[in-house]
């Protein structure tokens, strides 16, 4: 909880600081409060995990891990910020403002333990990034993709809290030990509680981006500002992955015989739709609109199978997912500075100009696309393999099609740099300063990292 | 407050959810078919408010306060959303002179 607080109180400072001008004080300040509160996180490590404040939060070794991967990559996004803010806006002590607003709620949710605090969280996180995505005011797309976004996001949230009553209404609690103990101990659930089920589903499946709720990702993601597009990809995916989780493992076990057969379907078809349609793409950027909807395919294998190891399996695969992510996007500002576009083209020849971004953002597409020896793959063979324990194999015939689908748009950007010739205009070399260097050379570290030895990391689940 | 509870269990349960669920249909079907933004938001609230009075009704049958308790929650929740919502939406007025989701179409596949 100190962790919260603290962040909180963070942001409130950072809209002084801004105030009375001390724009350089801003990043310190940020990392050093992100510091703090992977501090409390690991404080709270050894004690035991019960729910506190009348059961409403639970700081479960689930919740720590995730948090700690949520401030990290927030981290990681925030060294990326420095110019980029600067060159889209005057008042940059707000995007840092309200990007910790929003990590706030993210961390809400991954420790909620009352359906209050899940719907809370998921509300404080939204509504921080509504303004982020419209932030760039007399942009037209940015201003759609603001809409869109916050007319889906109230949508979904209305579906989620019809879910959220009809549950109430059948088990008399928001508890999640309560709804535990209402499904393992009557003869006969409540239909309620089955269409509570349903209605919940969706309104997840909204936030995660999962087909055929998806699509809002592909406008937002595309017409947001390129670094908030990185943020709502992978801290806010993470957090609303752990919420799904941690409602599933928790609660709905004792039910998947219902639930199952739903959830099979909106995997199946979120795969096929993210990965065909981003093999149509000619904008880097909506391509990985499209793969973000493919890899919340991927990650809700973990949740259809739902076991003691889906918080491990989920760990691996949104931590590899979230560095080439930060990677991947690091990469396209750095691009679209130079090309001024986010097409495929601009990577034309970007081996010759850059040795180092090529292969960087070569190691985060092998990544994304699970080739072996990076974290990507180890994260799908986790996946795979739990779908494989729990469900029948067609359903892995039809995944792995889908991950070599995945591979042919991947490597498209990595075939671009290598051997295409660059457009004449662009001949010098790029501007890269050591902050992008040193983010985009540790996240493709810790990539490979994971990639040979990932029990690095599956220890601490 | 006893009077209250007794004449909202004068009604029975089904009743209130058949009612909310109607009314939650009737916003979402107004998200769905209307191109006004104001309009969708206002299902959108409509949608909130069957949620709302649904929560109200089950916490009155059971004797249980916390559904109550949520429902302050949902309100505070939305109305911070709406603060939101209409800044956004006068942003998008300012640039392209309507309230319509119709030249909202830029972005496209």
Not at chain 1, 163 to 184: E, K
Not at chain 1, 222 to 230: F, M, Q, W
Request: glycine fraction near 8%; charged fraction near 10%; proline fraction near 2%.
């Amino acid at each position: 909880m100190g962790a919260i607080i603290t962040l909180s109180i963070l942001g409130i400072i950072l809209l002084y600081l801004g105030l009375y001008n001390a724009k350089k004080a801003l990043l310190p300040v940020t990392l050093v409060g992100l510091v703090v509160a992977i501090g409390f996180y690991l404080a709270l490590w050894n004690e035991a995990a019960n729910p506190i404040f009348s059961g409403m939060v639970v700081f479960d070794h689930l919740a720590i891990t995730f948090s700690i991967l949520c401030l990290v990559i927030t981290g990681l996004i925030l060294l990326l910020s420095k110019e980029y803010f600067r060159s889209i806006s005057e008042n940059i002590a707000e995007y840092y403002t309200l990007i910790l607003f929003s990590l706030v709620g993210a961390l809400l949710v991954n420790c909620y333990h009352n359906f209050a605090m899940l719907f809370i969280g998921i509300e404080i996180m939204s509504v921080a990034l509504y303004i982020l995505v419209g932030i760039r005011k007399t942009d037209i797309a940015s201003n759609e993709a603001s809409l869109k976004y916050f007319l889906m996001g109230a949508f979904s949230t209305g579906f989620l809290l019809f879910g959220i009553t009809l549950m109430y209404g059948a088990s008399g609690t928001f508890d999640l030990a309560g709804l535990r103990n209402y499904v393992n101990g009557v003869t006969t659930v409540s239909p309620l509680f089955y269409g509570g089920i349903l209605l919940m589903l969706c309104g997840l499946c909204f936030k995660i981006g999962a087909a055929p709720f998806h699509f809002w990702t592909p406008d937002v993601y595309d017409g947001a500002p390129i670094l908030i597009t990185s943020f709502m990809s992978t801290v806010v995916k993470i957090a609303c992955f752990v919420g799904f989780l941690r409602l599933f493992s928790t609660v709905l076990v004792p039910l998947d015989t219902f639930w199952t057969p739903v959830l099979l379907t909106i995997v199946i078809i979120t795969l096929f739709t993210g990965n065909i349609t981003a093999l149509m793409q000619s904008s880097f950027k909506r391509m990985m609109a499209y793969s973000s909807i493919s890899h919340a395919g991927y990650m809700l294998f973990a949740i259809v199978a739902v076991t003691i190891n889906s918080g491990s399996s989920i760990l691996v695969y949104a931590t590899a997912y979230g560095l080439a992510s930060v990677i991947a996007f690091g990469a396209l500002i750095l691009v679209k500075r130079r090309t001024g576009s986010d097409h495929f083209e601009s990577f034309n020849g970007l081996a010759k100009h850059d040795p180092w971004l090529a292969i960087v953002l070569t190691v985060a597409m092998l990544s994304l696309a699970g080739i072996p020896l990076t974290a990507g793959f180890i994260g799908k063979f986790m996946m795979f393999n739990q779908a494989m324990s729990a469900i029948n194999v067609t359903l892995l015939v039809f995944a792995a099609i889908n991950a070599a689908v995945g591979v042919y748009y991947y490597l498209h950007v990595v075939v671009n740099m290598y051997f295409k010739d660059p457009a004449e205009e662009f001949g010098k070399g790029l501007d890269i300063s050591v902050n992008y260097r040193v983010v985009l050379t540790i996240a493709a570290l810790l990539t490979i990292v994971l990639g040979i030895y990932p029990d690095f990391i599956l220890s601490f689940l | 407050m006893e009077g209250i509870v007794t004449q909202i269990q004068g009604i029975p349960l089904d009743h209130y959810i058949i009612f909310c669920s109607i009314i939650f249909a009737i916003g979402v079907t107004g998200v769905l078919i209307r191109r006004n933004v104001i309009i969708i938001m206002m299902s959108i609230e409509l949608m909130l408010n069957s949620v709302n009075l649904l929560l109200a009704a089950f916490s009155a049958y059971r004797g249980d306060a916390s559904g109550q308790v949520f429902v302050f929650f949902v309100m505070a929740l939305a109305a911070a959303e709406v603060a939101v919502g209409l800044a956004i939406i006068i942003m998008v007025y300012r640039n392209t002179k309507s309230v319509d989701v119709e030249p909202l179409s830029k972005l496209r596949w």
